[in-house]
């Protein structure tokens, strides 16, 4: 290469890398966007019309309408809101302890404790459905609330301990030593010093753990029936034998997405600073 063309690649290179990370980002955007976008459409479209999303300016309420109007929806939606506050409020009180414990102790307990961790997290949750619905079964759990909670609060203390503990150990030690040099006890230094300490993690675990158990989908169908409908559920019940109702599903997947897209958005900055602990 001499140096014309030397000089020519260094003057565009810099502006060609510029464009494709540019080009790059657009597309990757465009294919997240696409899909939410479609089924906003949809969910505006007639009836008739749903097939045709592309085709005319007829949008119409009426499918929103219809959503609000059943009474099985609404259940729905307040039992999916009330199952994902619960699961993440024990979770999160259970895993905050249970991190602080695997990081700070070392003894039979926590060694127990980090071995039951270790194996159930192993096994895969779709395992544990059947012998859930029978034990469920056996002790009237069945379709209530405790019965959907038990499962949501096993898979998240197995996985969120982990990381929780791996927040604690990234906070320095020092300050709960100095805090009970001077007169605390353990619990005081954990609730003076390092639960301050770890809010951006608890914060983000909250809204990881909020996230699971609303989109959660595979327990809900199992473990549930008439009597605690949830929004996961009762949106795949749109597919019967006479077809598809699209404009529904898509009415109800868009309202699904509202408290999600919202949760998301004011707690992004609690997740960005608990991943960075």
């Known amino acids: 290469m001499n140096t014309l063309q030397r000089r020519f690649f260094d003057f565009f290179a810099p502006g060609a890398r510029r464009i494709s990370f540019a080009l790059t980002v657009t597309v990757v955007c465009f294919l997240f966007a696409f899909p939410v976008l479609w089924l906003i459409l ?118 969120f301990s982990w990381l929780m503990k791996g927040f604690f150990d990234g906070i320095d030690p020092s300050m709960e030593q100095a805090a009970l040099i001077d007169g605390c006890t353990r619990w005081g230094a954990f609730y003076r010093v390092a639960l301050p300490s770890a809010v951006p993690a608890i914060s983000a675990l909250s809204v990881l753990s909020w996230l699971f158990s609303w989109n959660e989908f595979l327990f809900a169908l199992i473990l549930t029936g008439q009597h605690t409908p949830v929004i996961t559920v009762v949106m795949a019940q749109f597919v019967s034998e006479m077809g598809m109702q699209w404009n529904l599903m898509a009415a109800t997947a868009v309202l699904a997405l509202v408290p999600a897209f919202l949760l998301t958005l004011f707690g992004q900055k609690y997740v960005i600073q608990g991943l960075k602990i």
């Open 42 to 159: 949809t969910s505006l479209r007639p009836q008739s019309g749903v097939y045709y999303v592309y085709r005319g300016l007829d949008f119409t309420l009426d499918s929103f309408v219809q959503v609000f109007a059943n009474e099985r929806l609404v259940q729905a939606f307040v039992n999916s809101a009330v199952i994902a506050t619960l699961a993440t409020i024990f979770s999160i009180l259970v895993t905050v302890s249970s991190g602080y414990m695997l990081s700070r102790f070392r003894g039979p307990i926590a060694s127990g404790w980090f071995g039951i961790i270790y194996a159930l997290r192993c096994v895969p949750f779709v395992t544990w459905v059947l012998p859930l619905y029978f034990v469920e079964q056996r002790y009237g759990l069945y379709d209530s609330y405790v019965g959907l909670l038990l499962p949501h609060i096993a898979v998240h203390i197995c996985f």
